[in-house]
């Protein structure tokens, strides 16, 4: 198996931009996808393909991609962003799945 | 509305066996992988595996094979979880979710509420 590594924290202000990035060797040949999970709460899929968003998330949610890191960019983030987020992407199967490290990202 | 509801919370003893459900509703279920997470107190998301309700394909993360069970049956839309000897270290949140297709790019679109399960003496 492989291993997705995400930094454990990141803190930004309010407006300000989140950049929360997803290192790993599949992630070369693979999409990534990005959920975000608030506490007690289920997580939602933010980004798709590297960088697809599904209907219903803000337009502040982004994502790009560069050789084998990727990388959630949040622009001017509000106090409701505060959530732990993880990158996740499959094996050339599609079937066998991994999550990053997952990274708090708080809003000061 | 699509939605995938899981069963309620379990509390359980080690050693004992134990089954929880995820009940797909608003799409057609045969038609979408599910998959199952781990997520410990306090930790972080633990791919388990993924089942194909169509004909009960199933591929477990190596972490998980052989410690879990993943089944489904399509007659009622429901996939399942089980463990046949519960472990103390198996106390954690299970969560469904449907792989999507080609509007979501096979990421987990939709999800369930999740599932307590806790093995305690």
């Known amino acids: 198996s492989y291993e997705l590594t995400q930094p454990p924290s990141v803190s930004v202000s309010p407006g300000q931009t989140a950049r929360i990035t997803c290192s790993g060797n599949p992630l070369a040949k693979q999409y990534a996808y990005w959920y975000q999970q608030k506490p007690g709460q289920a997580p939602v899929l933010v980004i798709y393909n590297d960088s697809e968003r599904p209907s219903g998330i803000p337009e502040r949610f982004s994502g790009s991609s560069s050789g084998t890191t990727v990388t959630l960019t949040i622009s001017g983030v509000q106090a409701e962003d505060e959530a732990d987020y993880y990158c996740q992407s499959a094996d050339s199967s599609g079937t066998l799945y991994v999550f990053g490290t997952g990274t708090k990202v708080t809003v000061l | 509305e699509v939605q995938l509801v899981q069963s309620g919370a379990e509390v359980k003893k080690p050693g004992e066996s134990l089954r929880i459900s995820c009940k797909g509703s608003g799409y057609s279920f045969t038609s979408y992988w599910i998959g199952w997470v781990r997520q410990m107190p306090g930790k972080g998301l633990e791919w388990m595996g993924i089942?194909?309700?169509?004909?009960?394909?199933?591929r477990y993360s190596p972490s998980f094979q052989g410690q879990v069970t993943i089944s489904a049956d399509k007659s009622i839309s429901t996939a399942y979880l089980q463990w046949s000897s519960l472990k103390a270290s198996d106390t954690a949140m299970y969560y469904c979710?449907?792989?999507?297709?080609?509007?979501?790019?096979?990421?987990?679109?939709?999800w369930g509420q999740g599932t307590t399960v806790t093995a305690s003496s």
């Open positions: 089942i194909y309700p169509d004909d009960s394909d199933t």
């Open positions: 979710a449907r792989r999507g297709g080609s509007s979501s790019g096979y990421g987990m679109d939709v």
